[in-house]
């Protein structure tokens, strides 16, 4: 599918597609025929000019290497205690009969995990002040009206800090005194044994043994933040809903987590194929994002059979790749089976981007998505507050359930399977 949606007898065109062979061409096309980092400078007043969204070419490559390992392979499993240990906090205060906001929960759990993976900040003033200024500035943006601020320049105006860009500026100012202090912080005194995110950047060299400036390491951390809290919280809302919404879900999802033995490895639990099918049938169903990173047109190009000319601005749609009846058949349906069922190639399900600019923290998203959904799951029976269907609402440059999905919890589970501490060593933060 492509569609031309830019006004008539105007420049550039903004084209979008969904079918596996545009996304194919979109994603393998050469960094001299389009180009990724221009079509996101929208972002850069929130993201900084350094980070890896905003890259281009060598430097951006350069960036992404840096930023691979601390999400993948065996640091994944260092992670592991900080999100049991957050998600069972947040869970220790619900009791038998309490109802509770499902997104703003997972909210709190994500922005939690992603501070203390990130930034290994123990409970104390500063990981409390930088928590509620970066809740208060991009909760800024999760309105339309807020997202608006960053589509049109001519709306950045500070007439003070009772203005919303004014205001907007002031807390980024509050975010990056923090940051840089923590930075100097860990500079003057180096624990490389830390296994956070923060460290392993600093730590982190490139090819020709540069380290990343402080201007980078800024800009990448609040790229982590800003990407890694809002999308896993209304990711993990959605397959929270789905499970409490549709019973026969939720009997297959407890069959096969009580299959588990009584202390289940977490590499075990992050394999189960019901419980990874339900996280991909939610990111396929109601992707975060509805397009993957826009790219311009930098010289003549054909797109599944489309002549672009240079300056197209060309948005793959995820949210239109994921709902394609040959592909997906009966679309609208929530049915995790279809993942058991046949592999998809990265052109049919693309809920991370795709090509050199799919999303870095994709494993460590997942990774943690199956992990909370099964301490909850496995420990709570859930039930919606109101059975009514609930639709996706926009939240600023995201999709997410609206905030009157509430769940109700109606007991615990008996000997229930959960993850421990004498599987999971807690790690040096």
């Avoid at 997972?106 to 290994?120: E, R, T």
């Avoid at 909760?139 to 800090?161: E, H, K, T, V």
């Avoid at 624990?191 to 956070?196: C, N, V």
């Avoid at 060299?205 to 990343?212: E, S, Y």
Wanted: hydrophobic residues 40%; aromatic residues 10%.
């Amino acid at each position: 599918m492509v569609q031309d949606l830019s006004p008539p007898d105007t420049q550039p065109a903004l084209v979008y597609f969904s079918s596996p062979k545009a996304l194919e061409d979109i994603f393998t096309a050469k960094p001299e025929q389009l180009s990724a980092g221009r079509g996101n400078q929208i972002l850069q007043a929130l993201l900084g000019e350094h980070g890896i969204v905003l890259l281009e070419g060598p430097a951006h490559q350069r960036q992404r290497q840096l930023l691979m390992p601390p999400f993948h392979g065996d640091r994944m499993r260092s992670y592991v205690q900080v999100i049991q240990e957050i998600t069972t906090q947040v869970r220790s205060g619900w009791s038998v009969g309490t109802t509770f906001a499902v997104r703003p929960a997972m909210q709190s759990i994500s922005l939690q995990v992603i501070l203390k993976a990130v930034f290994g900040l123990e409970a104390g003033p500063r990981a409390e002040q930088l928590r509620q200024v970066l809740t208060r500035m991009l909760d800024g943006f999760s309105s339309l009206w807020g997202a608006m601020f960053l589509f049109y320049p001519f709306m950045q105006q500070d007439w003070g800090a009772w203005s919303p860009w004014g205001r907007f500026l002031r807390l980024r100012q509050q975010v990056d005194t923090l940051i840089y202090a923590e930075i100097a912080e860990r500079r003057a005194q180096p624990q490389p044994e830390r296994t956070d995110i923060l460290t392993l950047l600093m730590a982190a060299r490139d090819p020709q043994g540069q380290p990343l400036s402080e201007v980078e390491l800024r800009d990448e951390l609040i790229t982590l933040l800003f990407a890694g809290h809002e999308t896993t919280a209304s990711a993990l809302a959605w397959a929270l809903y789905w499970v409490a919404f549709l019973p026969e879900v939720r009997r297959k999802l407890l069959a096969e987590i009580e299959g588990l033995p009584p202390t289940p490895d977490p590499m075990a639990i992050a394999r189960l194929p019901y419980l990874s099918a339900v996280c991909q049938e939610t990111l396929r169903l109601y992707p975060i994002a509805l397009s993957a990173f826009p790219r311009v047109v930098k010289q003549p190009l054909e797109i599944a059979g489309y002549a672009l000319e240079p300056g197209t601005l060309i948005m793959p749609s995820i949210y239109l790749a994921h709902h394609r009846p040959a592909v997906y058949p009966e679309p609208k349906q929530f049915r995790p089976e279809r993942f058991l069922e046949r592999q998809f190639s990265p052109y049919e399900y693309l809920p991370f981007g795709g090509g050199d600019r799919r999303c870095i923290g994709s494993a460590f998203a997942l990774f943690e998505m199956k992990l909370v959904l099964f301490e909850l799951v496995s420990q709570l029976e859930l039930a919606l507050v109101n059975p009514k269907p609930i639709r996706p609402i926009r939240r600023g440059l995201t999709v997410a359930p609206s905030d009157r999905l509430r769940l109700r919890i109606t007991g615990t589970r008996q000997g229930a399977t959960g993850l421990y501490e004498a599987r999971c060593p807690t790690p040096t933060t």
